[in-house]
């Protein structure tokens, strides 16, 4: 079955760098866009980032456009998020997603603290 599993959260200071990994199988993960969430408290998710199957067209929220790059690795059926300039606004759980068919699938989430 699909999984997404996240990883390279934690908490971090303003103006500090995190790399998210989201490791995915159980589907052709070349053949799919890819997408970072995040949700923070008392808010709904909203999109980050998504990423085309080839890393040919990538696409950003403009919160963060210029601090965060979207990226993958077919060989490794991986889609990272390098987050860099945080600011305390960025805390969150990111979650990734992929819409496989007629199915979104989500990860757990992993945590970004961004505080002094």
């Known amino acids: 079955q699909v999984q997404l599993v996240e990883s390279g959260g934690g908490l971090v200071q303003p103006g500090g760098s995190l790399r998210l990994s989201c490791a995915a199988s159980g589907f052709t993960f070349n053949a799919y866009s890819m997408t970072w969430y995040r949700q923070a408290p008392g808010k709904e998710r909203a999109l980050v980032a998504d990423i085309t199957p080839s890393s040919r067209r990538t696409n950003y929220a403009d919160s963060v456009k210029g601090r965060f790059t979207i990226s993958r690795d077919n060989a490794k059926n991986t889609v990272y998020l390098q987050m860099n300039s945080l600011k305390p606004e960025d805390t969150a759980v990111y979650y990734c997603?992929?819409?496989?068919?007629?199915?979104?699938?989500w990860g757990q989430g992993t945590q970004v603290t961004v505080s002094s």
């Open positions: 997603n992929a819409r496989v068919g007629l199915y979104a699938y």
